[in-house]
């Protein structure tokens, strides 16, 4: 069984590497850093629209390029890669994957042509504070037409226009499409280790929603939704951890201790040797990962967590150990490796933390294993 990309898909990558490069520099990166009344680059979104990115995965009949989940993986690692600061894992992982998984086609025709043109930004709004949600945990209140509560943290809920909301409906919970541009919603900006990617806290007062799905099936249909989410965001989390490698072996390469290249030292080799086998490690899980969620197959909950816990761990070690190579310059703030460690740390918590997803690969082995 092959498990590499297509060379369509290779083409692709190079296609938007070649991009990012150029349009999401370090210095794009930075000046959304340093940018205190900005949270995402807008004129990079324009331009990811404008390549048709944003529609990779949406059907032609709603204006997207109707192409798959593989060559959103592609560009997930892209995005990864180049720590672009957009919202399009909110969008495209979260917000979309959720309209086409349990949206109706006229929910799916009133908003994804929005989102292929870029002038919809979506988010996903789950939790309700410290602690992984559960379906005990969640207090919003949907009336069959009107929501009520409050969702905190919220990724790039301080910009988007539409927001997919799991919320209590009668005994059960369910999933409900909102747009954010309502006088009965209130937004307020939080402050995150990676202000690249804003987040804030949405408070609800009646607004006006409609059901994605069924009532009582938002638990399961969320579940599936992060289960996606999981997958393409690994591909993302192994591009930040390539360029954290690719950094300390340049670094290592160059900087030159009592007249001898850095990297000709056993202790420097043994970090970047294990930064490659963890990136290694990660990929393998992500590629089968990207195989379930491409076939639809019936162990995608498994690859999902699987890619989530060896991605997650890959890129905070990748991360962590590109500081160490670059030794005390490391730390400073005009050399880069902190958007890669601030990225890295947020990416990990950004649809449950690594503690959450190996407890769940744990037990979907325990169900698989005892079927």
Request: aromatic fraction near 8%.
């Amino acid at each position: 069984m092959n498990f590499d990309f297509s060379d369509d898909q290779k083409m692709l990558r190079d296609q938007a590497r070649k991009f990012l490069d150029e349009k999401s520099s370090r210095q794009v990166v930075r000046g959304v850093l340093n940018d205190d009344a900005v949270s995402f680059d807008k004129a990079l979104w324009k331009g990811v629209a404008e390549q048709g990115w944003l529609g990779v995965s949406i059907p032609e009949e709603l204006g997207g390029l109707g192409l798959g989940r593989l060559e959103l993986c592609v560009l997930a690692e892209e995005i990864g890669r180049a720590v672009a600061p957009i919202p399009f894992s909110s969008t495209l992982y979260f917000f979309t994957e959720a309209l086409l998984t349990s949206g109706s086609p006229a929910q799916q025709a009133k908003v994804l042509p929005g989102v292929v043109a870029g002038d919809v930004i979506g988010a996903f709004a789950v939790s309700e504070g410290p602690g992984a949600p559960s379906p005990s945990s969640i207090e919003a209140q949907f009336d069959g037409s009107k929501l009520t509560g409050v969702k905190i943290p919220v990724t790039d809920g301080d910009i988007a226009t539409h927001a997919v909301v799991l919320a209590r409906e009668g005994q059960g919970l369910s999933l409900v499409l909102v747009d954010l541009r309502q006088a009965a919603i209130k937004r307020e900006t939080l402050k995150t280790l990676d202000p690249t990617r804003g987040h804030a806290k949405l408070t609800f007062d009646k607004a006006n929603a409609e059901r994605l799905g069924k009532a009582g099936e938002g638990w399961d249909l969320a579940e599936a939704v992060l289960d996606r989410a999981a997958i393409l965001i690994a591909f993302e989390q192994i591009g930040g951890s390539q360029s954290c490698l690719e950094m300390s072996i340049d670094y290592a390469k160059n900087r030159y201790a009592f007249s001898r290249q850095i990297g000709s030292y056993q202790a420097i080799k043994h970090k970047l040797a294990d930064m490659y086998v963890g990136i290694e490690l990660a990929r393998s899980n992500a590629y089968y990962g990207a195989w379930a969620l491409s076939t639809q197959s019936a162990q995608m909950p498994i690859a999902a967590a699987a890619a989530r816990v060896a991605a997650s761990d890959a890129y905070y070690f990748a991360a962590k150990e590109n500081i160490q190579a670059h030794g005390g310059m490391g730390y400073t703030w005009e050399v880069d490796c902190h958007l890669f460690y601030r990225r890295a740390k947020l990416l990990a918590v950004q649809c449950g933390g690594p503690g959450t997803w190996k407890e769940k690969l744990v037990r979907r082995l325990e169900l698989k294993n005892a079927a």
